[in-house]
């Protein structure tokens, strides 16, 4: 007979979940070094110590954040690409994908720009596996409409792009400009677009 979840199992998965929102935050405010147990403890109401019921330390916390989000990336990519079959809406659904994951997960942006050299080796080869993967699936996309463009140009129009969509953390300042149904999610889509099918100058 299959246990049902108990209260305890909820309230340890929320722990869990509350850990890593608040250890992204505050990552990204003072840096991984600028945080200590007690710090991440204290955001979630319990002693620094008791961080080790649900993380082996700092950075395992850290680990669990980009991996995380590079596996959530890189599935979500996959999902519209195989969702949407006319290749420039399936380019658009990217980039709308892409768009809303950045106005959600700023600080995780952050935290990814500046924190990325703290995780163990292992775990910064998964993040760059999963990263190559990821970019993998744009250029696939952009391959059906730049049928002439060579894989490196594909790849370079691919980083500009996540480069543009990726300093909005860095940029943007008000509620309104911040959450994926404000108005910064339909500019950042249009110039996305425009950036990734550019012409060339000769």
């Known amino acids: 007979m299959t246990r049902g979840v108990t209260d305890r199992d909820r309230a340890k998965a929320d722990r869990h979940d509350a850990l890593l929102r608040e250890a992204a935050r505050l990552f990204a ?7 200590s147990l007690e710090d991440l403890g204290s955001a979630v109401g319990v002693s620094g ?28 990519g996959v999902a519209v690409a195989r969702r949407v079959t006319d290749p420039r809406a399936r380019l658009a659904a990217l980039v709308a994908f892409h768009v809303s994951f950045a106005l959600t997960e700023a600080d995780v ?12 080796d292992e775990d910064a080869r998964r993040v760059r596996r999963l990263q190559r993967e990821y970019v993998g699936v744009w250029t696939d996309a952009l391959r059906e409409i730049l049928t002439d463009a060579e894989p490196a140009e594909l790849r370079v129009r691919t980083y500009a792009c996540f480069g543009l969509i990726n300093s909005t ?9 911040s959450v994926p149904d404000g108005p910064a999610a339909p500019v ?12 060339a100058l000769a």
Not at 169 to 177: D, E, F, L, M, Q
């Open 49 to 76: 110590p008791a961080v080790y019921r649900h993380f082996a330390g700092k950075q395992a916390l850290l680990a669990a954040i980009l991996v995380g989000v590079s596996e959530r990336l890189r599935d979500g």
């Open 109 to 120: 942006i952050r935290v990814q720009d500046r924190d990325l050299a703290s995780l163990p």
């Open 188 to 199: 950042l889509e249009a110039m996305a677009l425009a950036a990734l099918t550019a012409r």
């Open 29 to 35: 405010a003072r840096g991984f070094s600028g945080v």
């Open 169 to 177: 953390p860095h940029s943007v300042r008000g509620v309104a400009w």
